[in-house]
């Protein structure tokens, strides 16, 4: 597979199918050939994406499959794509979740299952060109542009209040992304002012040889900061979240996660490798914040009665877990920060969709109307149950694997933060069970005249929706080797190149070496 | 030896099954599934154990690697399974009694509607507990300490609509999770200390215990501590005690389940594993010693204020579990275990006795609505008779020989004294008068049960009564018990009796060269402990059973004899009566100082501060407008275009300041 341009295909081919979806006609509530068309589209990059993982060597470091061409040779923009152990698993799981979100939304597509589609769609394809591109005008756009579907699909199916949401999501996330795109131009300028012998370019390789003063660099990746701490969210910068989520589709929140991990992600390939000595001052910073995440998001998620608002905060929560693991700059807590946006993709995922599903029959999101349901689905409780336990991190199940290599690295960095941290765990143990044995346990209630689905379990559909990320939900708790394998080497580099860069040379202020205490100090006569 | 990971495959199995394609079997297959997966397990671990005692003592020890299980950068975490004397007695205890207990549920859940994911959830406990004493390295024992605490979550949770198992669940998992989250700081700290999560060292890379030597106390003492905060939640120990007795809201076998084979044992299996780490301690084998004693005699005494016959074994198993700390923290491991193993028959005995009473009686747990069982379920009476005198420690039932092996150490270890002792000694007086009292009010006296009163009571669900059988309407009669129920009481009475014949001081010394290769290989440290024996052994071991005989006659007294007595007691000490019957407020405390102000901050964050901040930035957007509309240059009506063109400023701003700076 060494000759076709399989990462254009990931980008592309949901573009092209969105295109298509949107020419294709609605015939009438939730039917048509848009969504056929749209699944067998994700489903062939999913088949795609799944080959490139297993393809992709274990242990590899450096980028591979990677695709160059020019594209503005005016200003030295190439459209330059590759993924190595950073982002092939995040390519992997969001051509995994498009598919589940598309069976998920199945029927809940609205008015025009078309467009729905097409926005999914077209989230699926910028959101794997934001995690694939190499140069930052083509990162840029791709960035920018995940904003314009999720903003659609909030706008056109969202809640009562989606026209509030769906700007307060805009406008928040721009305004971060737009400090970046200054910070990157200045990059560029200092870049080519350096280079004076070779072509200006926004190509990252070639950024990344930029000699930038400690000061500056400052100033710099607290632009790029910014606008991943938005997106990612870390406290306090979160609360464009809540009302994102519950205004939009439910559904679309399958995928939607990825958006997060995207900020998440961009905190390895660009803002830190672009500025070591600035992320080793800095990050310690936002670790704080990261961990506060933790704390503040579990707490007020317990408060929750909205199911979707509660799993809103819980986001929060494992996405400081996330955040504080890459903060950390610990090999084992990077490589479990990673696994952890895979894990938070499938659980998450998973409990969106359950969610979706009871709401489908009950006819509420709100937790004080429902209970003691496990009676009347036992399959989808115990889908419920796997989901929920994977949430809340049981040894086992995936994401104890995540949150314990998180934890066990950011403890030898950051021992307080750590130890703040892992009582997380218990935090994610009170609202999820809050959640789970809110809705299922207890003597049986539901509103009344919710209609013949109320009695129904899962529908083959939504059992195909569910079943692969809870296939993986087990898999990676058991034997995550596989996945881990294929961070490893990325991670091992990037880890030596950020120490080697905080040592080394290209600094206008040599910081004190770092040994001065073991080596004997000379005597003066 | 390298088939151990069969214990494993054969739970999973019966997990699989059940779960999986349940729904298409015959109605008492799931119990027939699982138990004889049981059995093929409990013959593996024999198999395994024969196998490993082949070995010379020294070499008493392997790793057998199964996969790398968690491989990153700086540490390789492998599924490997360590098989020794220890972990193999815990295989059998777990396989064996573990058997015994499906067994005796195929009858007991014989009518429950929800057999399947019965026996699913308690193959899954199995398969944790297995996980948990055959694990190499910490982190694959925390896989094992939460999979229990998942499924005695479920298995608590099996009567899921009433709201009292509902909550008993959720206090068990969360008190269960305190307890993991101690565990892990413990490992994360050990990660940065050693560099390894393995026990032992292989190859070249030195285990965790093999670095003892060296580390700082302080460092020592955090680590051990912090473990300890898991052991002390899973081994229901004060202050962490407060789930064990609400998790008497799921069956009967399940709390057999619970408190003999599986979950409550591991925090001491985790003392004895570690014990090369809590040797290197001081201070915390002091904080287990004093917590051990309080448990000890702290659940001793609200043992006696019980009037659900469950909680009064429950209480049991806490105080019991102090012994095993206490003997632990003085350095008798080998007691500790013993006493375990002991235990581990005839609690489960204990346990099942009072399931076959309440069986018969459609549900009943109250003792002050039982009496006069023995002729009624003769094999429940004579059970329970067993198992009484086995925890009461009258030679020659086991629990004599296992404890007194751990109150003589109390007594005489270097680290032992005579309170402890004293405490020891009473408390095993006070244990054989509460589980007599127990006794004797189910037992003996008159009948005070109405099996009409009993089912007219459960506030039940349609056909689903509140009590644990699906009577058929119009059933009134006592239920006998089945002969799959019957058989297991026999196997475990046996137990009760014989099992303490391993170490008998002077006669035999089976036990302790049994376990010797795990408490002197490969460290050297010179025991605490002497080998009990001599004058001074037996002195302790007459006094001891005078004691019990004590206990056991003052119960008669009370409540056979004269039980105007015991009322006239409980009246005339009421306050202390109250006392107990509150469990000393300890629930109601951590109600009112966690739970509730947990709730409160909850919702003042979620109603006061996130709503500030939210207030605070669509302030910020506000004062944006403002601006803009005093511009009143460009007007659309539109905020989205006055805040795009706020930002396309801010940018045009900072590119020119950029610019220029560039240009210079």
């Known amino acids: 597979m060494s000759g076709l341009p399989i990462l254009s295909i990931l980008v592309f081919l949901p573009v092209v199918a969105a295109i298509l979806c949107l020419v294709l006609p609605d015939r009438g509530e939730g039917a048509g050939p848009a969504r056929i068309v749209a699944l067998v589209a994700s489903l062939v990059a999913l088949a795609l994406a799944i080959l490139l993982l297993i393809d992709f060597p274990p242990g590899a470091q450096g980028l591979r499959y990677e695709e160059r061409a020019s594209w503005i040779p005016a200003i030295g923009a190439s459209y330059h794509l590759g993924v190595d152990g950073l982002n092939v698993l995040l390519v992997f799981l969001t051509a995994l979740l498009t598919p589940v979100a598309l069976l998920a939304s199945w029927d809940a597509m609205g008015r025009s299952p078309r467009l729905f589609s097409a926005f999914l769609l077209l989230l699926e394809g910028t959101v794997i060109g934001a995690l694939t591109a190499l140069d930052l005008v083509l990162y840029f756009v791709f960035w920018e542009a995940m904003l314009v579907p999720m903003y659609l699909l909030i706008a056109t199916f969202g809640g009562a209040r989606r026209g509030y949401a769906a700007l307060k999501f805009f406008i928040y996330t721009s305004v971060g992304s737009l400090l970046m795109l200054v910070a990157i131009l200045y990059v560029y300028f200092l870049h080519s002012a350096q280079n004076v012998e070779v072509a200006a370019s926004f190509d990252l390789a070639d950024l990344l040889a930029t000699t930038i003063s400690p000061g500056l660099q400052r100033w710099l990746f607290l632009a790029f900061a910014l606008a991943y701490a938005i997106k990612l969210p870390l406290f306090p910068l979160h609360t464009w979240l809540p009302d994102t989520y519950t205004q939009a589709p439910v559904t679309a929140l399958i995928l939607a996660t990825m958006l997060v991990k995207v900020g998440a992600y961009s905190f390895l390939r660009f803002a830190i490798p672009l500025f070591p000595q600035a992320s080793a001052e800095i990050l310690p910073i936002l670790a704080i914040l990261a961990t506060i995440g933790i704390v503040y998001g579990g707490i007020v998620s317990a408060a929750q009665r909205d199911m979707v608002r509660l799993l809103a905060f819980s986001s929060l929560a494992h996405l400081g877990f996330i955040a504080l693991g890459l903060f950390a700059l610990d090999a084992r807590a990077i490589q479990g920060s990673i696994l952890q946006m895979v894990n938070h993709g499938l659980s998450a995922g998973a409990l969106f969709a359950l969610v979706a599903m009871i709401a489908a029959r009950v006819g509420t999101f709100d937790l004080a109307a429902v209970g003691g349901l496990a009676r009347r689905w036992p399959v989808l409780t115990g889908c419920f149950l796997l989901a929920a336990f994977s949430s809340l991190g049981l040894p086992g199940l995936n994401g104890f694997v995540g949150e314990f290599l998180i934890l066990l690295g950011a403890f030898r960095t950051h021992p307080v933060l750590a130890t703040v941290g892992t009582f997380g765990v218990l935090l994610a143990a009170v609202y999820m069970l809050r959640l789970f044995v809110g809705a299922m346990y207890g003597p049986e209630r539901a509103p009344s005249g919710a209609g013949a689905r109320a009695s129904r379990d899962l529908s083959p559909r939504e059992l195909a929706a569910l079943a692969p990320l809870l296939l993986l939900i087990v898999w990676i708790g058991v034997y995550p080797a596989p996945f881990l394998r294929r961070t490893e080497g990325a991670v091992s580099q990037l880890v030596t190149n950020i120490a080697a860069a905080r040592e080394g040379t290209p600094l206008t202020i040599a910081p004190p070496p770092r040994d001065a205490a073991l080596t004997p100090p000379e005597h003066t006569r | ?664």
Do not use: C
């Open chain 2, 1 to 664: 030896m390298d088939l151990v990971w069969l214990t494993l495959l054969f739970p999973l199995l019966g997990f699989a099954v059940n779960a999986l394609l349940g729904g298409r079997l015959p109605r008492r297959a799931p119990g027939i599934v699982a138990s004889l997966a049981m059995l093929a397990a409990f013959a593996v671990a024999i198999y395994v154990t024969a196998d490993l005692l082949a070995l010379p003592h020294e070499q008493q020890g392997r790793d057998v690697i199964l996969y790398n299980w968690v491989p990153v950068a700086g540490l390789t975490v492998p599924l490997g399974l360590w098989v020794d004397p220890l972990s193999a007695l815990m295989l059998l205890i777990v396989t064996g009694v573990g058997f015994l207990i499906f067994v005796y549920a195929t009858g007991y859940m014989a009518d429950d509607e929800g057999q399947r994911r019965f026996f699913a959830n308690m193959s899954i406990f199995v398969l944790a507990m297995l996980v948990l004493v055959l694990a190499d390295n910490f982190m694959l024992l925390l896989v094992g300490w939460g999979g229990v605490g998942f499924a005695s979550y479920a298995l608590i949770a099996h009567y899921f609509w009433r709201p009292e198992a509902a909550g008993a669940a959720v206090k068990a998992f969360v008190v269960n999770t305190l307890g993991d989250v101690g565990m892990m700081l413990g490992m994360f700290l050990m990660f940065r200390e050693f560099g390894t999560l393995q026990y032992f060292g292989r190859g070249t890379a030195p285990g965790v215990f093999d670095q003892v030597a060296g580390t700082g106390v302080g460092t020592l003492a955090a680590i051990t501590l912090l473990l300890l905060v898991g052991a002390v939640a899973k081994s229901g120990q004060f202050p962490l005690h407060v789930w064990l007795p609400d998790a008497m809201a799921g069956p009967t076998p399940v709390s057999a389940l619970i408190h003999a084979a599986t979950m409550v044992t591991a925090g001491v299996y985790l003392l004895a594993r570690a014990w090369p780490l809590y040797e290197a301690a001081p201070f915390t084998l002091g904080v287990i010693i004093w917590l051990g004693a309080i448990t000890m005699v702290g659940a001793a005494l609200l043992g006696v204020a019980q009037s659900n016959i469950k909680r009064v074994l429950a209480y049991s198993t806490i105080s019991q579990l102090g012994y095993m700390f206490l003997a632990a923290g003085v350095g008798a491991y080998g007691a500790a275990v013993f006493h375990l193993m002991t235990h581990a028959f005839f609690k489960a005995l204990l346990f099942l006795a009072a399931g076959v009473a309440i069986h018969a009686l459609h549900g009943e747990e109250e003792l002050p609505r039982m009496g006069g069982l023995r002729r009624v379920v003769p094999s429940a009476w004579l059970a329970f008779g067993v198992g009484g005198l086995a925890i009461a420690g009258i030679p020659p039932f086991s629990g004599f020989f296992s404890k007194d092996e751990i109150i003589w150490s109390a007594f005489f270890s270097a680290r032992g004294n005579a309170l402890l002792g004293l405490l020891a000694l009473l408390t095993g007086g006070l244990t054989a008068f509460y589980v007599f009292r127990a006794f004797f009010l189910a037992f003996y006296g008159a009948a005070r049960y109405n099996l009409h009163a009993a089912e007219g009571a459960a506030p039940g669900h349609g056909h689903e009564p509140a009590q644990e059988h699906d009577d058929q309407p119009g059933d009134h009669a006592i239920h006998a018990p089945s002969f799959e129920m019957k058989l297991p009481l026999a196997v475990l009475g046996v137990l009760a009796v014989v099992g303490g014949w391993a170490l008998i001081p002077g006669l035999t010394t089976l036990f302790e060269e049994y376990l010797e290769p795990v408490f002197a290989f490969p460290f050297a440290y010179a025991s605490p402990v002497g080998h009990a024996g001599g004058a001074s052994y037996w002195t302790v071991a007459v006094v001891a059973a005078l004691t019990g005989l004590a206990g056991i006659g003052l119960a008669y007294v009370l409540y056979v004899a004269r039980p105007a007595l015991a009322t006239g007691l409980a009246t005339r000490f009421a306050g202390a009566h109250r006392l107990l019957d509150r469990r000393y407020y300890i629930d109601a405390f951590y109600d009112l100082a966690f739970v509730r102000s947990f709730r409160a901050l909850a919702r003042a964050l979620s109603d006061g501060f996130d709503r500030l901040l939210d207030d605070l930035v669509d302030g910020v957007a506000a004062i944006f407008r403002e601006a803009s509309e005093a511009l009143r240059e460009v007007q659309t009506g539109y905020v989205r275009n006055y805040a795009l063109m706020i930002l396309g400023g801010t940018v045009l701003i900072f590119a020119f300041v950029v610019f220029r700076g560039l240009v210079q």
